[in-house]
Nanobody, 123 residues
Framework: VQLVESGGGLAQPGGSLRLSCAAS????????MSWVRQAPGKGFEWVSN????????SYADSVKGRFTISRDNAKNTLYLQMNSLKPEDTALYYCVKGLTILRGTVRRDFGSWGQGTQVTVSS
């Protein structure tokens, strides 16, 4: 399994970024996928899920209405469109296959994770 995130960078508050995650080594179209982030000095925070077909999505309250998860199964690629960015969105963003959350805690030792892409929101 290989997951490679891209698209991070520096954005101003109120700005937008689109993250991509190129997947390989497994049948992408049969797996639900997730985005998780880790802000400096903090634990992992679940951001969003999408089912295998792309028809069902869910979001953390902190990003609902601002972020949109999507996927292109023909291209084996997962996306996260981030609008109305806030400084508190600053984090390392990970693409995850097989995300596990136990007792409200994201388990870094389960599933397959990319290397992450840094998003910094600052004026």
């Amino acid at each position: 399994v290989q997951l490679v995130e891209s698209g991070g960078g520096l954005a101003q508050p109120g700005g937008s970024l689109r993250l991509s995650c190129a997947a390989s080594g497994f049948t992408f179209s049969t797996w639900g996928m997730s985005w998780v982030r880790q802000a400096p000095g903090k634990g992992f925070e679940w951001v969003s899920n999408i089912n295998s077909g792309g028809g069902t999505t869910s979001y953390a309250d902190s990003v609902k209405g601002r972020f949109t998860i999507s996927r292109d199964n023909a291209k084996n690629t997962l996306y996260l469109q981030m609008n109305s960015l806030k400084p508190e969105d600053t984090a390392l963003y990970y693409c995850v296959k097989g995300l596990t959350i136990l007792r409200g805690t994201v388990r870094r030792d389960f599933g397959s994770w990319g290397q992450g892409t840094q998003v910094t929101v600052s004026s």
